[in-house]
């Protein structure tokens, strides 16, 4: 059965994702991304940054990576603006705030892309037009940017399936226990979701017993914790429903704050980023939680200080740099590297 697995792997990722798509896709209200504004002082003679992250508001990844670069524009004395959408779905305001920093005369731009593929076009057009493009979190499906910071997602995804495994053996499920575990994701649109997932089912399909099954049915939220608990709350009434994960810090808070309102202590929760509601679970004894740990401050910080030297006329000396990730549960949360990761968060 698990050599099956493997070879549908590929088709899993495309038919569920594509399955979340046509759930969420139709007509439907998002609010327009805002205009610009100064996230430091503004002085005059300096250099002028534009920072588009995926998503503005309820989401404590997002503002970690704002503090990150925030920091870095007073340390490195530039002038940062910012700005961003209300979905991860909507790729057309970051392409109009795309447009927006080149009209305003960006000396560089910070971009987030939440649709890799869709924004690759008009990141070509903003490159071409000789603006360092520094990416952050997410790749995009383009060779057109100077550097990216972002987590080794397919190296993390393994890394949640091995402690979903982890975490199930501790909690007590057999070998041959018949189980499922369900999934739900950000966005269908992010090359770093795709990848999770792919490293996640890599290891699964080579590590875990046949008759443990991931549920088919990928829920997908849109980066709205509104939804993202309402998909908790549907794969919660699987019956054999042994294991949660969630891919991005918004899916991980909504199966969060399910699994503590209905006190289901006997699912495992693997999540992504340090949000209250995971970090509640994993300082609680009665639930089994852990959480991959990303250092996005430095994806900010690192970043904008590249963008910097870019503006300077250095080349970055390559096109990928992996910021890293750590293990958060409740045997390693004391631990040296865990804390540090942890000051930020």
């Known amino acids: 059965m698990k050599h099956i697995a493997a070879m549908l792997i590929s088709v899993i990722l495309c038919l569920s994702l594509s399955g979340c798509a046509k759930e969420t ?18 002085s005059e003679g300096r250099k002028n940054i534009y920072l588009i992250v995926k998503i503005l508001e309820n989401s ?27 979905s991860e779905t909507d790729w057309k305001s970051h392409e109009r705030l795309l447009d927006a920093a080149a009209a305003a005369g960006a000396d560089a731009i910070l971009l987030s892309p939440n649709d890799s593929v869709s924004l690759s076009g008009k990141i070509d057009e903003i490159y071409n037009k000789g603006i360092p493009i520094v990416l952050i979190d997410t790749i995009a499906n383009t060779d057109n940017y100077d550097v ?48 999770r997932l792919a490293g996640f089912f890599q290891y699964w399909s080579k590590n875990a017993p ?16 509104d939804k993202a608990v309402k998909c908790a709350e549907e794969l919660l009434e699987y019956p054999d429903l042994k294991g949660v994960f969630g891919t991005n810090n918004g899916s991980t808070v909504g199966f969060a704050k399910v699994i503590k309102e209905q006190e289901q202590k006997n699912i495992a929760v693997v999540g992504f980023d340090y949000s209250e509601e ?42 990928f740099a992996d910021t890293g990730v750590v293990i958060v ?17």
């Open 148 to 195: 990216c910071y972002m987590t080794d997602n397919l190296m993390a995804g393994r890394k949640a399936a091995e402690e979903m495994i982890s975490l199930l053996r501790k909690n007590g499920t057999s070998d041959n226990d018949t189980i499922q575990v369900g999934i739900q994701v950000g966005a269908t649109s992010s090359l770093t979701i795709i990848e």
């Open 210 to 225: 046949d008759s443990w099954e991931v549920i088919p049915e990928i829920k997908c939220n849109e980066g709205s914790i």
């Open 60 to 86: 404590s990844y997002w503002q970690v990576i704002i503090d990150g670069v925030e920091d870095a524009g007073n340390d490195f004395d530039c002038n940062v603006y910012f700005s961003g959408s209300y």
């Open 278 to 319: 995971i970090a509640e679970l994993i300082g609680n004894d009665e639930y089994m939680a852990s959480t991959v740990l990303q250092k996005q401050y430095d994806m900010g910080y690192i970043g904008l200080k590249s963008a910097t030297e870019l503006i300077n006329g250095q080349k970055m000396p390559v096109k």
């Open 329 to 345: 549960n409740k045997d390693t949360i004391n631990q040296t590297e865990v804390q540090e990761a942890l000051l930020h968060n």
């Open 25 to 42: 896709n139709g007509e439907q209200d998002i609010k327009p991304a805002p205009d610009f504004v100064p996230l430091n002082d503004i």
